[in-house]
């Protein structure tokens, strides 16, 4: 669906410095739910172009760390506890190597991933699908036990299985559409809180 671009939460985002009109989703959620805490440990997969980033760094604070990877360069941020990577998330050595700048499991992982979409229904439910279960197969090293994962999905035929999952690997699953999210967007956010020892 066509959108007109340059609409009031875009204007928003400018005129406060956030780099996304994404940073009011996460913003509008997180006074619901309450999921960023001061002192998180934070991994934002999908980060660019890093509004996200942004208001995680705020909620957390200086006792915080908030690291943001995407695919795509990041460019930096000057924020306190905030470091960005270019780099693949799927990857067991930059998993690895993520552990190892944090210290230990984040508190929290985030994921803003969607795909490239190409019109063809499918298609782009299966590359939906496809990102939501590598944002939960991160869980596994990235997260600790007891810990929260907050992503975006789409609806659509995988919608609900996918769900299912969350409910056997968290115990906790909210849904919501924030009130940033474009009339006529699939987009669905999810808040899966306490992580069990499996994912």
Known sequence: ????????????????????????????????W?????????IDLGAWPGGWVQVAAKAVGPS?????????????????????????????EQQHALLATLGRPADVVLSDMAPKLSGVREADDARVSALCQTALSC??????????????????????PFVATLRSAFKTVKTSRPEATRKGSAEVYVLASGRKKTV
């Open 64 to 92: 915080g760390r908030v690291l943001g990877i995407d695919l795509v360069k990041l460019e930096p941020l000057p924020l306190a506890g905030v470091t960005l990577v270019q780099g693949d998330v799927t990857d067991p």
């Open 139 to 160: 869980c596994g090293p990235l997260l600790r036990p007891g810990g929260i994962l907050f992503l975006k999905t789409f609806m659509s035929a995988e919608y609900q």
């Open 34 to 42: 309450r999921f960023l805490r001061p002192g998180n440990w934070v």
């Open 1 to 32: 669906m066509a959108y007109k671009r340059k609409d009031a939460f875009y204007k928003k985002a400018k005129q406060e410095g956030y780099r996304s009109r994404a940073a009011y989703k996460l913003l509008d959620l997180n006074r619901a």
